[in-house]
């Protein structure tokens, strides 16, 4: 078989990168051995302000430009809802937030998201005694759902093969570089944590950062918003809710915790005064980089390897951005974006 590109890896990035192929008619083929779920556990939410220190999101304008229409393009493919407009409450824990939310308000990068009033009114089920601050042009994209589609997708076109990529069985020549019976002209390792394992991208400073989630079913909580406040709840629908997300710099496994079930379990309670049953629990690891910026371009010394991974605590933002300077550079050669590049760490 002879194809453009191999693709490693099917989260956002590899879908990202897989559909800005499809838009400019070059073949593929996809490896997927179901190593990491960050994409597929992801809470998915998108929102320019980091909702800590009332702050902009770097570069989160840009790429919900591209985002927003790239998630469109994905709905009218699949005849199918994934991305979903939902304000944010943000409940203030002191008057000083309080103070910083009004301040924040003004910045110029900030004021289309934040509405400048403190809200006061109670929501059933939810203690927020110095109200709340609301935040608009926020949402989530249901990943699993999307992946899920892209994968059958896929699969049913014969572009995917469900099984590990061996980084030991290829052979890099100048022009192509052949995997047992394929032929490509290039690859792109888009394999989140997994990179850890791939010996030509693995000197890259990636920091794992697992997190944990719950699902849990609250007859009594009536919310159309996702909530922040100790950790976030976000609306499912039929009153089931996301509960999450953990921050983890030690555990090198996707695999859920009873420490994890049980910090949500008390950050949840100290906001939350309805009875609820915690239906599910995910985990998974955030590919996240050092300096919280993402990881294209390619090998120093193997230019038909290219890499685009580092999508951290914000993939659904990012990734179709990144596919789209990665796919300029590798067939336009436009310079990537210096802050998205991997030139910034050199190869020892
Ligand atoms: C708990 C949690 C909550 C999150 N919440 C949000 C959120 O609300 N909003 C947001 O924007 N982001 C969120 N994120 C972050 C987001 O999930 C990541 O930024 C994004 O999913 C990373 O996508 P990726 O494709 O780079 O990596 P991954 O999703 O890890 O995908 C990599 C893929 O490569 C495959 N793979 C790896 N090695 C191989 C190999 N050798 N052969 C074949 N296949 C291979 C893996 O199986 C996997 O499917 C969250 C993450 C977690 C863990």
């Not at 937030?97 to 939810?126: C, R």
Request: charged share 20%; proline share 4%.
């Amino acid at each position: 078989m002879k194809v453009d590109y191999i693709i490693v890896g099917l989260g956002l990035a590899g879908l990202a990168f897989s559909k800005e192929l499809e838009k400019n008619n070059k073949s593929f083929i996809v490896f997927e051995n179901n190593s990491q779920n960050s994409s597929i556990v992801a809470g998915g939410v998108y929102n320019p302000v980091i909702l800590k220190r009332f702050t902009p999101v770097w570069e989160a304008k840009n790429q919900l430009e591209i985002a927003i229409p790239f998630y469109s393009e994905l709905e009218d493919q699949f005849k199918k809802k994934y991305n979903y407009s939902l304000d944010i409450f943000r409940i203030f824990k002191s008057i000083e937030e309080q103070n910083n939310w009004f301040i924040a308000t003004d910045h110029q990068q900030l004021s289309e998201y934040m509405i400048p009033k403190i809200e006061n009114s109670k929501i059933k089920g939810i203690i927020s005694n110095y109200g709340y601050g609301k935040l608009i042009n926020t949402g989530w994209v249901d990943t699993k759902n999307l992946l899920e589609d892209y994968r059958n997708y896929l699969s049913i076109n014969k572009k995917l093969l469900q099984e590990d990529f061996q980084y030991t069985t290829f052979n890099i020549q100048e022009n192509s570089i052949i995997y047992n019976s394929i032929t490509c002209s290039k690859i792109v390792f888009c394999e989140g944590f997994g990179i850890k394992q791939n010996p030509y991208f693995n000197y890259l400073p990636m920091q794992e950062a697992k997190g944990e989630l719950i699902i849990i079913h609250a007859p009594n909580l009536n919310v159309n918003a996702l909530i922040k406040a100790a950790v976030f709840v976000l609306p499912l629908g039929d009153n089931y809710y996301k509960i999450g997300a953990t921050f983890n710099w030690n555990h090198k496994t996707s695999i859920p915790t009873d420490e994890g079930k049980n910090e949500l379990k008390e950050k949840l309670d100290t906001f939350i005064n309805v009875p609820y049953k915690i239906v599910e629990q995910l985990a998974g690891i955030r590919p996240t980089v050092k300096d919280r910026r993402p990881l294209l371009g390619t090998h120093p010394n193997y230019p038909n390897l290219a890499v685009l991974n580092g999508l951290g605590t914000r993939g659904v933002m990012i990734a179709p951005t990144a596919a789209k300077q990665l796919y300029n550079y590798l067939e336009n050669k436009i310079e990537i974006n210096n802050e998205y590049s991997i030139l910034r760490f050199l190869k020892n």
